[in-house]
């Protein structure tokens, strides 16, 4: 199974940028790859995502300000996350599958532990 480590959250304040990584312990060099987030009392919600090829996806709430990465030399995923807003604060989650998820949190198999993010 791919373990999945993520790092960089933080307190920051509003306009504020943060850059999230995640280490996985195998390559994930053709997997669908993203950034998941949840706040209390919300469904956990697909905010970016990169498929096997490359091609990225974002929602609505964070285009123009997040990007997703990958180094896949360093078997590492990024999301860097610029103008941070208040309502950004959440637990950030990244999630990989060999397969098609497409954007759905329940197609994904394997995730990291969360890095808490609050915009103050």
């Known amino acids: 199974d791919v373990q999945l480590v993520e790092s960089g959250g933080g307190s920051v304040q509003a306009g504020g940028s943060l850059k999230l990584s995640c280490v996985a312990s195998?390559?994930?060099?053709?997997?669908?790859v993203g950034w998941f987030r949840q706040a209390p009392g919300n469904e956990r919600e697909a905010i970016a995502i990169?498929?096997?090829?490359?091609?990225?996806t974002y929602a609505d709430s964070v285009t123009g300000r997040v990007t997703i990465s990958k180094d896949n030399a360093k078997n590492t995923l990024y999301l860097q996350m610029n103008s941070l807003k208040p309502e950004d604060t959440a637990m950030y989650y990244c999630a990989a599958d060999g397969g098609l998820p497409g954007r759905c949190p329940d197609r994904f198999g394997y995730w990291g532990q969360g890095t808490q993010v609050t915009v103050s």
């Open positions: 195998e390559t994930i060099r053709t997997f669908f």
């Open positions: 990169m498929n096997s090829i490359g091609s990225e």
